[in-house]
């Protein structure tokens, strides 16, 4: 008995030993000599120099707010930040994407900037309408955009070349692009026409989009899967693997469609700008606007920068978020040439960024673009859709099977 | 309790006085022993116990976002029965377990009797052996879905020589659990074999010496003195790899893709576990999950304790 009693209270003792350890840490983001210290959470490592170098020109504004950044990679950022929030530890100001930010906003975890906008006079009109429309809930804007991506239709200039065929140009449809992924395929050389890949962004989602179809109704109530217009887009996507056109689903997970494309094996894709880097390094490649069905459409996604809810700075927040969707701040994102910025009429420095891709085309996709659809279980409806139209990819059953399977599961996702 | 008797207390000839002494200094040692052990038993207690009580609770709520949480009772439980792809996966576990546990137990014995002989570099021979165990499992499966990549990988180029078309080993619903199964094993010789190798080395000489005087040739020897003295060690590596049997997670996570046609034909129930919590966010049904998998391996592990008594021989 008295063995147990010691033990215990060793384990009781360690454990206060243990909570003293861990009491500094919830000190740092306070006030140090006068001085506010912000942190600011984001994940793509890519892009710290720029980030550096507006933390820089800000800190000459605004030399009292310190700013700290907290880089976590993207496969463990949404994990990291969901047990953040319910631990009310997230930090100041952070990065958002489209799929997170109604589950966040109807969570309460980061604030609504509408109020604050207003009061200093902070114009949203800065930015494409379609991003400040991805940010909105429930009227409420919530995030100030910071970059945008559309998609484009890459291609291989050689492999057109080799087969005669006209590089492709905004005067291109579905019918066009068929055409030309049947006379570009070369099964002795081992080159597909195009790649048919079972993406939403970039992919199944234009598509339905362009053929007059829609992902998610009006009132977040139901899913268009099951549509004749998004049925009849899908079978589009997936006649390219059923006759010969686009290497299959299962050679497209073993080695990525992106591989095959930047080592010529496929002429044609649909990718999207963060690609620039990689694929500028071949010069056979380039990019044109993506081909149009009964209209123009592309999906556009952007990230912002938004403020959580647990923030003990909020002014300080708020004039760092402010600067972040700044000219200034966007012009320093152009000229490192990583990411489109969002701030209008600031996209040109990006575009020359590399002179010799018709980076143009990505700018060009704004315009009539359509913000990925978000609601509140937006990760779970891209789990089910990626379990359901594999099958589909595949062709272990019928695009309508398929189909109906995937809106009955999102639909139930909906309800919740 | 029983007191095991001091050394002290036997030479001593005033028993009385030096008994009561050595329990001061008995209840003195337990303090200290006890300080000494507290860091690890911390760990124990937070990492260890007590998430396996709240898991246990968790198991009867239903998660929203951001740790709200509710009680709904056996819901969990009353989904676990229903839910196909959960039966699929424990099947998937179990054939991963019926192939890897025996085979690479039965290779690692063999290895391991053969590097305990006298051979020219056998050091050289354990650490190739061993490497696998060194290196990162993601490595491993980096390395391998190279290797059995369909269109350039180098098995299906091997194989392309003599004309033979090969399999999608990764993408082939029928194929690819076990494309993962000899990965697992693969990997798996090294660390086992060390531990054989020891249980060898504890093996008295002289058995093997009176073997050879009787005339016992080096079969005999393996099957009539090496298995029987070898059977706890056995013993200990078969709960041990069954238990990390049942808990596969990294190889597949890597190796199959989350788009790939094989998914459901290969995925674990710890992968599933990893699906509701991380993915799909439905962390009170991947609590259920876990429950239910401790149990399954608490059972069998106890079903292995009952039995080893038949064939395990202590000396």
Redesign the interface.
Known sequence: M??WI??LV??V???IG?SGCSDSDAASGGEKDGKVEITYGFWDKKQVPAIEEIIKLFNEKYPDIKVKTEITPYGQYF?KL?TA???GALPDVLWMNGAHVV?YA??K?ILPLSEMAEKDDYSLDNYPESLIDLYTVDGDIYGIPKDYDTTGLWYNKKIFDEAGVSYPDETWDWEKLKEAAKQLTDKEKGIWGYAAL?GNQGGYYDFIWQNDGYIISKDSKSVGFDQPEAIEALEYNVSFIKEGLSPT???M???AASELFSSGKIAMMFDGPWMVPEYKKNPDLDVAVVPQGKKRAVSIHGLSNVISSNTKHKEEAWKFLQFLGSKEAAEVYAKTGTVIPAFNGTQDAWKESVPNLNLQAFIDGAEYSVPLPSV?NT??IW?YE?DVL??AW?E?ISIEEAAEELTKKANEALSK | MKEVPLQTEVKSAKRIKVSSLAKTRK?SD??WA??MI??T??GL?IFYLWPIVQNFYFSFTEWG???QYEWTGLDNYKRLLEDATLLQAFKNTSIYIIFTVPIGIFLSIIVAVLLNQNIKGKSIYRTLYFLPVITMPAAIAMVW?WL?????GMFNYLLSLARIEGP?W???PNIALYSIIAVAIWSGIGYNMVIFLSGLQGIPKMYYEAAEIDGAGPVTVFFKITLPLLSPVIFFVSIMSLIGAFQVFDLIFMMI?????A?ESTQSIVYLFY?HA????DKGYAAAIAVLLLAVILIITAIQMVLQKKWVHYD
């Open positions: 008295k063995k010691i033990m060793t384990v003792l360690g454990l243990l994990q969901e929030a319910t631990g589950q109807e969570g975890v079972m689903q299962a050679q997970t073993e080695t509140e990760g779970e789990q990626t594999k099958k595949s272990e | 209840r337990y303090f006890y300080l507290a860091p038993m911390l207690f976002a951001f740790g879905k059995y990549n369909a269109d350039y999608q990764v993408s082939d893709g989350k788009s790939s046609t998914l699906q991380f993915v799909l966010n």
